[in-house]
């Protein structure tokens, strides 16, 4: 009789898993039908490099595909995508140009990725009111390069070609934030789908005034979102008269604190600098090796000036004086455009030029902002915690907003140096947080900084913000693990 129970109960097993398999194919053949009607057969893939394509980014986390990619060509087919994700509780990863630095595209419940990069139009463009509406496809370079007969550009810089749409959902800004801003002072509007397929407009339907004080501010709520609360299918920007005249400069110095006084006492003498990037002396050697380039292997200020011919002058003379008064050297001067590309390249391509220290190994950027008056000391403590836990990791900074960068280079197949270097992330964003900074001042939180964020704003915020996403998405379907996690109250 016992035998026989088991037998039954075997059988019942069977069926229910029969059943279940049965049903879970059926359903899932219904999603997949939904979406080919939807955005065309084309624009709907299962292939295992598609999937993983799309289930990294830049960071160090591993891949994480999604179970299928979907490439809509307008709002109303995200629109309707997302009806059909919400109706049957497949979580939704949008997608820009995977140029991200926190794995904020990993699908970590699965589901469906949304790629955004058929959706590329530059639309409505008002010269004479300096700004400019773009579909998610758009890159700041593509956006640039279109606008280079108008005399206007878009000057936020991440160095990546990111997408705009991206940018906005990272709060991203780089080397020009010092002047002009970063993505939360530069998007006016936003067009957003909800996890139910809702459209909204943060600032009113094809609104674009230069300031408002109407309402919530929604249009930053979702700036700096990583896909959290929606998918943002345009945004509206600001843009800028394209300067009468640029000059780049590189001065070195004898110490960070020399070359941080220097920036310091730069924008407090009004000096409108248009770019103050910060190399230490690991970098520039990094950068002299990579890019060809000969410069002293010290602590090093890359630095632009924005202006008409005559204001140039005077914000040159400034510079090198306050430069001049803390021991910085003569400035090397890059002139004409080449010459200011090929060093503003040698900067972008930092990255790169890090990971070759270590041909084989990976690099991974990790970034904080502190007060300015903070930036040498977090800088002296960082370079000292480095060298003590025998890592390698290049100092590079906006040195101008107090946000700088340290990028590891570590061996992807040493587990013992993947965690010491994870270790090391946490000590530096703990620091910065010790200091009256943030563990993040341009990458995202994604999935790696989590645990920092309960940490920098404290529980009660965590809470507010944990009730924001559960009133935008109940269902816990936008882009699921990243920045919040359910539960960690």
């Not at 000096?271 to 380039?293: G, H, Q, T, W, Y």
Request: glycine residues 8%; negative net charge.
């Amino acid at each position: 009789p016992s035998r026989r129970l088991l037998s039954l109960r075997w059988s019942l097993i069977q069926y229910r898993n029969i059943t279940l398999e049965n049903t879970t194919r059926v359903s899932c053949n219904k999603v997949l039908s939904a979406f080919r009607t939807i955005c065309g057969k084309d624009n709907v893939s299962l292939g295992e490099a598609i999937r993983e394509q799309h289930g990294k980014d830049e960071s160090v986390h591993r891949c994480r595909p999604p179970d299928v990619v979907v490439f809509p060509r307008c709002v109303e087919e995200v629109s309707a995508l997302a009806k059909v994700c919400h109706d049957h509780n497949l979580p939704i990863i949008p997608f820009g140009t995977g140029t991200g630095l926190e794995g904020g595209v990993g699908a970590v419940k699965g589901g469906v990725c949304f790629s955004l990069r058929n959706m590329d139009q530059i639309l409505d463009l008002h010269p004479e009111d300096f700004d400019v509406t773009v579909e998610p496809g758009v890159t700041r370079k593509a956006l640039n390069a279109y606008l280079r007969d108008t005399g206007l550009w878009f000057p936020v810089d991440p160095g990546a070609d990111a997408s705009l749409c991206g940018m906005a959902a990272t709060s991203a800004s780089g080397t020009n934030a010092v002047r002009y801003g970063t993505m939360r002072e530069n998007v006016m509007n936003l067009e957003v789908v909800l996890s139910n397929g809702t459209v909204i407009h943060t600032a009113g339907k094809g609104r674009r005034p230069r300031k408002t004080s109407a309402g919530y501010n929604l249009t930053n709520l979702f700036v700096g979102s990583e896909g959290t609360l929606g998918i943002i299918t345009k945004t509206t920007l600001r843009l800028y008269g394209v300067p009468e005249a640029m000059v780049s400069a590189v001065c070195s110095f004898p110490s960070v604190q020399a070359a941080v006084d220097s920036t310091v006492q730069i924008l407090q003498t009004g000096v409108p600098i248009a770019r103050i990037e910060f190399l230490d002396d690991v970098m520039i050697d990094a950068c002299n090796k990579f890019s060809s380039l000969s410069y002293p292997v010290t602590p090093t200020l890359f630095l632009e000036f924005h202006g008409s011919e005559r204001s140039l002058e005077e914000q040159v003379s400034t510079a090198e004086e306050i430069t001049q008064s803390n021991e910085g050297s003569d400035f090397q001067w890059a002139r004409d455009a080449e010459t200011r590309n090929r060093l503003w390249k040698a900067r972008h391509d930092a990255w790169y030029a890090a990971q070759a220290l270590r041909p084989g190994c990976k690099a991974y950027s990790t970034d904080v902002c502190v007060p300015l008056s903070q930036l040498p000391q977090i800088i002296v403590e960082t370079k000292k915690d480095l060298l003590e836990s025998r890592l390698t990791g290049p100092i590079a900074g906006h040195v101008g907003d107090g946000n700088f960068h340290c990028l590891m280079v570590v061996d992807p197949n040493d587990p013992d140096e993947l965690h010491q270097v994870h270790l090391f992330t946490e000590r530096l964003a703990r620091r910065a947080l010790a200091m009256d900074g943030t563990c993040t001042g341009e990458h995202g939180v994604g999935l790696g900084k989590r645990a920092l964020l309960c940490e920098e704003v404290g529980p009660l915020a965590i809470q507010v913000m944990q009730g924001l996403k559960d009133s935008l998405d109940p269902r816990n379907l936008m882009n699921p693990g990243k920045i919040l996690q359910r539960g960690e109250l």
